[in-house]
C-alpha cells in the first residue's frame, strides 16, 4: 500500500502545475536560443542547415503536441468552469497544428518541395476552424459588459490586425507602388532607375517584363550560365506524385491564404475580448496566457506570410521571428494548465469546507 501511495504521489507531482509550467518555459527557452545562435546561414548560397530545419520542426512540432495533450486533459475533467468544450476545440486545434507541422516538413525537407498549396493546409485550415470555436464559445459563456475604453482598444487593435493583414496581401502591383516590393528596394538601394517598359510585338508591355533576346544574354556572366545548366541537369529529388499534386492544389492557393489571414485576424479579436472580458476575475491568469497565445501566433504568421511573399514564394522557414510558433503553443499550454490547476483547487477547498 505503501508503494503504490508513494508512486501515485510521484506521479502526480510530476504532473503538477508547477512542473509542468517550468516544463514549457524551459522549452521555450531552450527554442529561442536555437533560434538566435542558427537562424542566420553562413551565407546566402548555402542556406540554412538541414539539422536546423529539423530542429525547428521538433521544437515546433513538440511544443503543440503538448499543448494539444494538457488541452485535453482539461476537456477530460468536469470540473473546468469555462468549460469542456472550449478546451476540446483548443486542443484540437493544437492537435491539427501538430498534424499540419509534421505534414509540413515533410513536404518541405524529405520530398524537398515548396508547393502553393500541400496537404498539411487542410490541417491547418481546420486548426482555425476548431480554435475559433472554442474560443468564440468561451467568449459567449461570459457577458462582455466592457467599458468604453475596453470598447475602444478592442477597435484598436482590430484596425490594427486589419491594416497589418492588408498590407501583408497586398498584390505585387500595390507593392510596387508603395515601394514595398524586393525589386523596388534594391532600385533605392542602387540608386539605378527601373529600364523602361519595351513595347513592340513579341514584347511584353509591364514593368515586370523580362529582357530577351541578345541582350539578356550578353548580361548573363558564364559563371550563371554554368550554374543554371548545372542546376538543369540535376535531376529533381522531388516526386512525380508531389509534383502533380502540388499543380491540382495551387489554384486553391489564393483562397487558402486569404482565409489564413481573416483567421488570424477574427482570432486577434477574439483573444482581445477575451482578455478584456477575463480581466481581473479569478481565472484571469489562464486566459491572459491563451490571450497572449494567440497574439503570438498573429505574429509568425504574418511574418512567415510576409517573407515568403517577399521572397515569391522561394521562402525557406526557420526565420527568428517564427519561434513565436513555439511560443504560441507553450502559452496555450500554459494557459490550459493554468485553469486545470484553478479548477481542481477549488473543488478540492469546497469539498474541504463541507467536511469541515
Not at 80 to 98: D, K, Q, T
Not at 158 to 184: C, D, H, K, N, T
Not at 253 to 260: D, E
Request: with cysteine; charged share 15%; net charge negative.
Amino acid at each position: 500500500m505503501s508503494s503504490t501511495s508513494e508512486k501515485s504521489s510521484t506521479s502526480s507531482s510530476l504532473l503538477s502545475a508547477q512542473t509542468l509550467v517550468i516544463v514549457g518555459i524551459v522549452w521555450a527557452v531552450m527554442a529561442l536560443l536555437f533560434f538566435l545562435l542558427f537562424s542566420v546561414p553562413l551565407s546566402a548560397e548555402e542556406g540554412l542547415p538541414l539539422w536546423y530545419s529539423i530542429g525547428t520542426y521538433i521544437f515546433e512540432c513538440g511544443a503543440y503536441l503538448g499543448a494539444a495533450l494538457v488541452c485535453f486533459r482539461n476537456w477530460q475533467s468536469p470540473h473546468m468552469v469555462s468549460g469542456r468544450n472550449v478546451w476540446l476545440g483548443i486542443g484540437l486545434g493544437m492537435l491539427f497544428y501538430f498534424i499540419g507541422g509534421v505534414l509540413f516538413g515533410i513536404w518541405e525537407l524529405y520530398f524537398e518541395a515548396d508547393p502553393d498549396v500541400s496537404p498539411a493546409d487542410a490541417f491547418y485550415l481546420g486548426s482555425y476552424v476548431v480554435l475559433i470555436g472554442g474560443m468564440v464559445i468561451a467568449v459567449t459563456s461570459k457577458r462582455l459588459n466592457l467599458e468604453i475604453w475596453q470598447w475602444a482598444l478592442l477597435a484598436g487593435i482590430a484596425a490594427f490586425g486589419i491594416a497589418v493583414a492588408i498590407w501583408v496581401a497586398a498584390p505585387e502591383s500595390w507593392r510596387l507602388q508603395l515601394g514595398m516590393s524586393p525589386a523596388a528596394t534594391q532600385e533605392v538601394v542602387t540608386g539605378s532607375a527601373p529600364a523602361p517598359a519595351a513595347k513592340g510585338p513579341g514584347l511584353e508591355n509591364s514593368s515586370n517584363s523580362k529582357v530577351t533576346g541578345t541582350a539578356a544574354t550578353a548580361a548573363k556572366s558564364a559563371p550563371e550560365e554554368e550554374e543554371e545548366e548545372e542546376a538543369a541537369a540535376e535531376p529533381s529529388k522531388t516526386p512525380t506524385w508531389v509534383i502533380a499534386l502540388d499543380k491540382q492544389l495551387s489554384p486553391y492557393a489564393y483562397a487558402i491564404n486569404l482565409f489564413y489571414i481573416v483567421g488570424d485576424v477574427f482570432l486577434l479579436i477574439i483573444a482581445t475580448a477575451l482578455l478584456l472580458a477575463f480581466w481581473g476575475g479569478r481565472f484571469s491568469q489562464s486566459w491572459r496566457m491563451i490571450a497572449a497565445a494567440t497574439f503570438s501566433l498573429y505574429i509568425a504568421d504574418m511574418y512567415f506570410k510576409w517573407r515568403d511573399t517577399q521572397a515569391e514564394g522561394t521562402y525557406q522557414s526557420g526565420s527568428l521571428l517564427e519561434v513565436f510558433f513555439v511560443f504560441s503553443a507553450i502559452l496555450f499550454g500554459i494557459g490550459a494548465i493554468l485553469e486545470h490547476d484553478i479548477s481542481t483547487r477549488s473543488r478540492q477547498s469546497r469539498r474541504s469546507r463541507r467536511a469541515a
